[in-house]
């Protein structure tokens, strides 16, 4: 029989934002489970260790930049170690006339890495929180209110009630994957359908040598190209060059059989044949994603949807709540809007009546 359980609020999403919500939640004194599809935690963090050296490549986000201080601290606190992005050396351009160099790098900018890879910060969020409070493998599948108060969140293994629940998933995923019995307001449900997935139509390529050689020819790693298939390049390197790697951008629709040999080959046209034999490629489509990107993924491309009002305000009578970083005012799209608008659920949460937070009548919540 498929059981019910309660609790203070459900946070649905075990990314930056989720676990950034669930965290403060738990530090205010509320009884809170994340309830997370994927295997794992991290969401659109996500970096593959390289043996050996208890460092990794980020398939996800890879940077945070000055002013983004709720990275930089959350780093700091968790004691994750974070290094520069290379920048010094030439740019390579690729248009359908040839190639070139470019003096100086004309594409990346100051900017922070995780040396254990982005992943590592989603990991150390979730070691704060209560055991068995995180359950993975466990996508939810509707959210509707009760007609005793509250909220029931639909999973497999059962149905959980709360006063509270934090959608920290991309909106147009959430409503493509949730079912929320028609009871969202119209303009937030086409709103949610709307909003672009930051990333979610890219292919992240990520190659591994077993040195940065383009370094000794004065390269920066740095190409851009109008004949693809990767448009943009960029050194993925560790602190001090190991592991060495480059990493390219394609959008989702270029990849079709035969990509990773054009995306090697067209990294061996701009940095020489050693970039025709890495130790590792590593391919990561986002669009594929099932719990990242909707079907509709490569069709949604108004940015300017980012942090609308209507997500700054809670649905379903004051307990349904957005938090991921297409949602945040600030830095959308980035790991900080990510802790951001996880830092605002969890605030608007807590700053609910009392009314708002209650379990349903008749239902015994478990001990504390």
Do not use: C
């Amino acid at each position: 029989m498929p059981h019910q359980e309660t609790h203070d609020v459900i946070v649905i999403g075990a990314g930056a934002s989720g676990l950034t919500a669930a965290t403060a939640l738990h530090a205010a004194g509320r009884d809170v489970v994340v309830l997370e599809a994927r295997d794992r935690v991290g969401g659109r963090l996500l970096s593959t260790p390289v043996e050996h050296s208890g460092r990794a490549l980020d398939l996800g986000a890879t940077w945070f930049w000055d002013g983004e201080e709720r990275v930089r601290t959350l780093a700091v606190r968790s004691g994750i170690a974070t290094f520069e992005q290379h920048l010094a050396g030439d740019t390579m351009l690729q248009e359908t006339t040839g190639i070139r160099r470019l003096t100086g790098n004309l594409i990346d900018a100051p900017a922070h890495r995780f040396a254990a890879g982005a992943q590592s910060l989603a990991a150390a969020l979730a070691a704060a929180l209560p055991t068995g409070s995180l359950r993975l493998d466990t996508p939810v599948t509707a959210v509707h209110p009760t007609d005793q108060g509250g909220l029931d969140v639909l999973t497999p293994p059962g149905t959980l009630h709360a006063g509270h629940v934090v959608l920290a998933v991309p909106p147009a995923l959430a409503l493509e994957r949730i079912d929320f019995h028609d009871a969202l307001p119209a303009d937030l449900a086409r709103l949610a359908r709307a909003t672009p997935v930051w990333m979610g139509a890219a292919v992240k390529v990520v190659a591994h040598y077993p040195s940065a050689f383009w370094r000794q020819d004065g390269l920066a790693g740095a190409a851009f190209s109008r004949t693809g298939p990767l448009q943009e390049i960029h050194d993925m390197s560790g602190p001090g060059g190991e592991p060495a790697a480059l990493f390219g951008f394609a959008h989702a629709r270029t990849v079709r059989p035969g990509f990773e040999q054009a995306a090697t080959a067209q990294l061996t046209r701009l940095f020489g044949p050693t970039a025709g034999s890495p130790v590792a490629l590593h391919v990561q489509n986002w669009s594929t994603e099932r719990w990242t990107a909707p079907s509709t993924v490569q069709r949604l491309a108004d940015y300017s949807l980012f942090g609308d009002r209507l997500f700054q305000r809670p649905a379903f009578g004051g307990r349904l709540h957005w938090a991921s970083t297409e949602t945040a005012t600030e830095y959308a799209g980035h790991i900080e809007g990510a802790l951001a608008a996880g830092e605002r659920a969890a605030r608007t949460v807590l700053a609910a009546p009392a009314e708002a937070s209650d379990t349903a009548p008749g239902v015994t919540a478990p001990n504390r």
